[in-house]
């Protein structure tokens, strides 16, 4: 699918002639030191303002080709259950068949991102013995630049939104 030249390919992102990855360049890798944290609780005050916070403008989804054509990015439909099983988990009474469906579609989607990319980094075994309160940090990790990826996610979110005003009238 696409059209190939010397230097890219260019896809019309309608029907199946789309890439499978959104190309965007990152830049170079960082540095994340895994640690216990006091955000991002299941219960408490700031508990789902916090967990929103992990959403991108336009929700996770990005608009592209000439139609701007939605299409999910993985990382936000991740990031999006671990706010719905958060959800789930804050708030048992509020649960419906319809909450399970999709608490059981999430854990499943995350299930399989971790086999997909396993992450091969070592732990010690210990880690239900340690105090969390005070051994706060884990390993080191050489990540992609998320921070990046939220910019993109601006950007392309203001496009759409620019296009939208463009053609109402």
């Known amino acids: 699918m696409g059209t190939q030249t010397a ?17 965007i360049d990152l830049g170079n890798p960082v540095v994340m030191t895994m640690e216990e944290s006091e955000h991002y609780p299941v219960h408490g005050i700031d508990a789902k303002e916090q967990w929103a916070s992990t959403a991108s403008d336009g929700f996770g989804y990005v608009r592209l080709g000439e139609e701007y054509r939605a299409f999910a990015v993985n990382v936000f439909h991740q ?26 579609h999430c854990l499943n ?25 005070t051994q706060r940090s884990g390993a080191v990790l050489v990540c992609k630049d998320w921070r990046k990826l939220y910019d993109y996610m601006s950007d392309n979110w203001s496009s759409w939104k620019e296009f939208q005003n463009r053609t109402q009238y």
């Open 7 to 23: 230097e890219k390919t260019t896809y019309s992102y309608i029907h199946d002639d789309y890439p499978e990855f959104w190309d």
């Open 79 to 104: 990031l999006h259950c671990l706010r719905a099983m958060r959800d789930a988990l804050a708030s048992p009474s509020d649960r419906s068949p319809a909450t399970d469906g999709h608490f059981q």
């Open 109 to 133: 989607f995350i299930r399989q991102f971790a086999l997909c990319s396993p992450n091969l980094t070592l732990e010690p075994a210990d880690a239900l013995s340690r105090d969390f309160e």
